[in-house]
């Protein structure tokens, strides 16, 4: 007999009311932690502790413990996004060889996974099947049959492939049926802004990430005299380029939030990535001038603070630009050969397997890229390239079906501001995808969009 079985009847009743009690101060303790409004200033401040005192993998941990308490203690699983997205991000510290967090991951994986499985099961829902349920399956059907008599096994289930088949496919599915059946719950915020908050912060939190490594190598800095080799520089830029519009919602509470998307823009123009200068500085216009015409009120202001930043932008590109991407423009040509190569390998994988492809997870072109991160896959950096090499027919079939669905998604909800908005991030991080990995990376990139068009879903049904 145990302990609390033996224990009178009056005395286990208590305990039981007393640990209800508890969970219950928990329930409201997290709630109004994930309402307050400085809960993402706070793990922003935890970020920039972390860069300035070189305890990533420190501050990795803390967000994972946050986000298990939220998983115990809230059934809003939105409340675990911004611990799970700055976990993501933080780890680019370790961009040079991801690998090396393999021997800690499991201390984090574990208890998430539990807390996760919890929260599912306490706090289940029905399960809402959505508008892209069936490109889902195909999209996660394609990366799994494709390279089918080609890709070899020990690629195939090697575990970082296994970790992009998986991720890009079945796990942004069944992301995609947590997150539709959990937004059926009433809230009394609003979602599409605090996920904009949300994106936002992740954006500063790369700018203080690059403002450490400034700091860091101030030095290198001063007597090179230009942008410094920033190796996770395109991951990066991916990340800007996905939070930059968030600005088209957020300046509505404030013109302040203007400050912020700035210091992104001036980030990443620092990281040195050549599509982030071009196709950031592109969103950048389009988000600014959207937001002109969209907030009639603050025209004159607008007028005003326009006028001068253009002048003022202008001249400092004039004068300091050239000589900032002096290194990035010489050593462009190599790159660019580079990037051909991979458009010209990824068309004779499609020629020679044109049903299934070579497989997502086929390392064979690999001796070919220079650049390799240990801990990542064989990237073509071209988006349309990595589908018809890896999947070939089946993924052109797949790809293009979900492609078809969102883009239908967004003109039906195109005369929303917030639907728009979302619009240009996907904008953003595609023309990213043409260029860099991009939407081939499962979190946060791909889960993030899954997110938003979930959202987006949801926000169509008040059409």
């Given at each position: 007999m145990s302990f609390t079985q033996s224990l009178p009847a009056y005395l286990k009743?208590?305990?039981?009311?007393?640990?209800?009690k508890l969970f219950k101060?928990?329930?409201?303790?997290?709630?109004?932690v994930w309402n307050s409004k400085y809960y993402l200033p706070f793990l922003l401040l935890t970020e920039f502790i972390a860069v300035f005192c070189d305890a990533a993998l420190e501050c990795m941990y803390f967000y994972v413990f946050l986000c298990v308490l939220f998983m115990i203690f809230s059934d809003d699983l939105l409340s675990i996004i911004p611990t799970v997205m700055f976990t993501l991000l933080t780890s680019v510290s370790y961009y040079k060889d991801f690998s090396v967090l393999t021997q800690y991951m499991w201390y984090a994986i574990v208890p998430f996974a539990l807390a996760l499985?919890?929260?599912?099961?306490?706090?289940?829902?029905?399960?809402?099947?959505?508008?892209?349920?069936?490109?889902?399956?195909?999209?996660?059907?394609?990366?799994i049959i494709g390279g089918v008599g080609v890709i070899s096994a020990d690629d195939y289930f090697e575990p970082i492939g296994l970790y992009y088949t998986l991720g890009l496919g079945l796990g942004q599915?069944?992301?995609?049926?947590?997150?539709?059946?959990?937004?059926?719950?009433?809230?009394?915020?609003?979602?599409?802004?605090?996920?904009?908050?949300?994106?936002?912060?992740?954006?500063?939190?790369?700018?203080?990430?690059?403002?450490?490594?400034?700091?860091?190598?101030?030095?290198?800095?001063?007597?090179?005299?230009?942008?410094?080799?920033?190796?996770?520089?395109?991951f990066v830029t991916s990340v800007f380029l996905m939070v930059i519009p968030m600005i088209c919602i957020l300046v509505r509470r404030s013109n302040l939030y203007l400050i912020g998307t700035v210091l992104m823009y001036i980030a990443m123009i620092m990281t040195g990535s050549r599509s982030g200068l071009l196709f950031g500085s592109f969103l950048l216009l389009?988000?600014?001038?959207?937001?002109?015409?969209?907030?009639?009120?603050?025209?004159?202001?607008?007028?005003?603070?326009?006028?001068?930043?253009?002048?003022?932008?202008?001249?400092?590109?004039?004068?300091?630009?050239?000589?900032?991407?002096?290194?990035r423009i010489e050593n462009a040509?190599?790159?660019?050969?580079?990037?051909?190569?991979?458009?010209?390998?990824?068309?004779?994988?499609?020629?020679?397997?044109?049903?299934?492809?070579?497989?997502?997870?086929n390392m064979k072109d690999v001796g070919i890229f220079k650049a390799?991160?240990?801990?990542?896959?064989?990237?073509?950096?071209?988006?349309?390239?990595?589908?018809?090499?890896?999947?070939?027919?089946?993924?052109?079939?797949?790809?293009?079906?979900?492609?078809?669905?969102?883009?239908?998604?967004?003109?039906?909800?195109?005369?929303?501001?917030?639907?728009?908005v979302f619009?240009?991030?996907?904008?953003?991080?595609?023309?990213?995808?043409?260029?860099?990995?991009?939407?081939?990376?499962?979190?946060?990139?791909a889960g993030l969009i899954t997110l938003m068009f979930a959202i987006i879903e949801k926000e169509e049904e008040k059409i």
């Open positions: 009743t208590s305990e039981v009311y007393m640990l209800k101060k928990g329930q409201t303790a997290a709630e109004a499985l919890f929260n599912l099961i306490y706090y289940r829902r029905k399960i809402v099947f959505g508008k892209l349920t069936y490109p889902y399956i195909a999209v996660s059907a394609a990366l599915f069944v992301l995609y049926l947590i997150f539709r059946s959990r937004l059926e719950n009433e809230c009394s915020y609003d979602r599409v802004e605090r996920v904009a908050r949300i994106l936002y912060t992740g954006g500063l939190l790369f700018v203080v990430v690059v403002l450490g490594f400034y700091i860091q190598n101030l030095d290198k800095f001063i007597e090179k005299g230009g942008v410094l080799f920033f190796k996770q520089r395109n389009v988000c600014l001038a959207y937001i002109y015409i969209k907030n009639k009120k603050h025209r004159r202001f607008y007028n005003w603070l326009f006028g001068v930043s253009i002048v003022v932008i202008a001249a400092l590109a004039i004068t300091f630009l050239p000589q900032l991407y002096a290194a040509a190599v790159g660019d050969k580079t990037r051909i190569e991979f458009i010209k390998l990824g068309v004779e994988n499609f020629l020679a397997h044109p049903i299934f492809g070579i497989g997502i997870a390799y991160v240990p801990g990542s896959l064989m990237f073509y950096h071209n988006a349309v390239i990595q589908v018809i090499s890896s999947m070939g027919l089946v993924g052109v079939a797949a790809y293009g079906w979900m492609l078809f669905s969102r883009l239908k998604m967004l003109w039906i909800g195109r005369k929303r501001k917030r639907i728009a619009a240009l991030s996907y904008i953003g991080i595609g023309l990213m995808s043409m260029t860099n990995p991009g939407i081939f990376c499962p979190f946060p990139e």
